[in-house]
Every structure is written in structure tokens, then in C-alpha cells.
């Protein structure tokens, strides 16, 4: 028997990235952001609540970097989360390389990818930004032999609102298309 919940969002956990980008005088900024979502096969969207200084910077520049977060990273992660960039310089957080985007790149990332921000649409409480993926790089350790990223080496880290909590992806337990060919009723 289900209990309704009222109306709460049940998609939990999603990814945890680091956003990366420079303000108007070059200053690098980082948030972390665990609320993103993929809109097809070449845009993703960010969701940032309206009073974070984040968001200032993000309609000037149109630029950032989203950084995929792993376990050797969380404790920085977790930081530039909960201190803001109005009042807190974070720069010197993460060592990074500046992308052919100008943007920042976290060197202990694994896979970056540098975005152009198209749209934001905004709801009482948050900017929703439609990011383009201009380039996205990854570090030769976490590919394939095929040269595809590899989820099972790379293991990003998830966030759980609910709980509040940080996870690491597991095991693969089946290849998409193909277990379902299994299936019989």
C-alpha cells in the first residue's frame, strides 16, 4: 500500500557538480549544484534559487563549467555550497584550468564540460538555466577502450535531498536495450 507523500519531489538522487565561472573582473567563482537535469543529447539545465550571488554572474558572462564531482573532491564541494561567493572569496578553492571557453576547470575533476548558458527560466524561487555543451573533456583514466566515459571507474557522487546526503554510484546491474529483451509476462 503507497503513502501519499502531498507533493514532494521523488527523483532523488541526482548528480552533484561543481559550477565554475569568472565574474566580470576575473574572478573565479565555484557553487555547488546537486539540482540538474539532461535535456536531450547536447544540454543540460541547472537549477540555482534566486538568492545566490552565483546567479549574478551567470546572466553576465553566459559562461560556465560544470565539473563532475568525486569522493576525493566532497569536502571542497561541500564548501563552496554552503559559503557564498558575495561574501567569501573562493577562488583559491580548487586548483583549475582556464578552458577554451574561458571558464574555469577543476583539475581533480575528472570530466568537464564547458557550457553556454541559452536560456533561464525562472520560477518563484529559482533560475533554471538551459546550458549548451560546447567541449567536454575527460581524463584518459575514467574512458573506456571505445573512449566513452566510464560510470563504473569515475563514480560521481549523488545528492539525497530528503536525508541531506551524499552518495557514490555502485555496480552496473544491466546494459539499457538489451535486459528488456529478457522480459516476458
Known amino acids: 500500500m503507497w503513502k501519499n ?9 541526482t548528480p552533484t557538480v561543481v559550477v565554475g565561472m569568472m565574474d566580470e573582473y576575473e574572478k573565479v567563482n565555484w557553487i555547488n549544484i546537486a539540482h540538474i537535469g539532461i535535456i536531450g543529447l547536447d544540454s543540460i539545465m541547472l537549477s540555482i534559487g534566486k538568492l545566490h550571488y552565483s546567479n549574478e554572474i551567470i546572466k553576465d558572462k553566459l559562461m560556465v563549467s560544470v565539473n563532475i564531482v568525486t569522493e576525493e573532491m566532497l569536502t571542497a564541494t561541500d564548501f563552496v555550497g554552503i559559503v557564498s561567493g558575495r561574501n567569501v572569496d573562493k577562488s583559491n578553492v580548487f586548483d583549475y584550468t582556464v578552458g577554451i571557453k574561458n571558464v574555469p576547470m577543476i583539475n581533480l575533476s575528472p570530466v568537464v564540460m564547458e557550457c553556454e548558458v541559452i536560456d533561464n527560466y525562472e520560477t518563484k524561487n529559482h533560475n533554471q538555466y538551459i546550458l549548451k555543451i560546447k567541449h567536454t573533456h575527460a581524463k584518459a583514466e575514467v574512458l573506456d577502450a571505445n573512449g566513452n566515459i566510464n560510470y563504473e571507474i569515475l563514480k560521481p557522487i549523488l545528492f539525497e535531498m530528503p536525508t541531506k546526503s551524499y552518495f557514490k554510484t555502485g555496480d552496473r546491474v544491466g546494459h539499457c536495450w538489451e535486459i528488456g529483451k529478457k522480459f516476458s509476462k
Do not use: S
Open 5 to 13: 507523500l502531498g507533493p514532494v519531489v521523488a527523483l532523488y538522487p
